[in-house]
């Protein structure tokens, strides 16, 4: 019923940054939220930010104060805006739809997309 498909990842090294895209598609009025999730390799999940249907934003305090979430509306696009990034942010990052606590450890949102690889070296 929701789309999801990421974009932007990459490699940066540390200090530097980096924005993921998510494009959303189909029905998104079934969800509050909208989000990003990430899974660094050999750790379990952990929600990074969300953003609710009235631009409402929560963090994880690990990216507090460096990452940003946006959306806009008219383009149907998520956005993560990643700065002074660490080598500790490399992971998987997924854009997902429906509300999870940001900073929580195992969050299974509703609905997920393919994963945008970010690597931050030193």
């Known amino acids: 019923q929701v789309q999801l498909v990421e974009s932007g990842g990459g490699s940066v090294q540390a200090g530097g940054s980096l924005t993921l895209s998510c494009a959303v598609s189909g029905n998104t009025y079934i969800t509050n939220c909208l989000g990003w999730i990430r899974q660094p390799p050999g750790k379990e999940r952990e929600g990074v930010a969300v953003i609710d249907n009235d631009g409402y934003q929560s963090y994880a305090d690990s990216v507090k104060g460096r990452f940003t979430i946006s959306k806009d509306n008219a383009k149907k696009t998520l956005y993560l805006q990643m700065n002074s990034l660490k080598i500790e942010d490399t992971a998987m990052y997924y854009c997902?739809?429906?509300?999870?606590?940001?900073?929580?450890?195992?969050?299974?949102?509703?609905?997920w997309g393919q994963g945008t690889q970010v690597t931050v070296s030193s």
């Open positions: 997902a739809a429906g509300c999870f606590v940001a900073g929580w450890k195992g969050v299974n949102p509703d609905y």
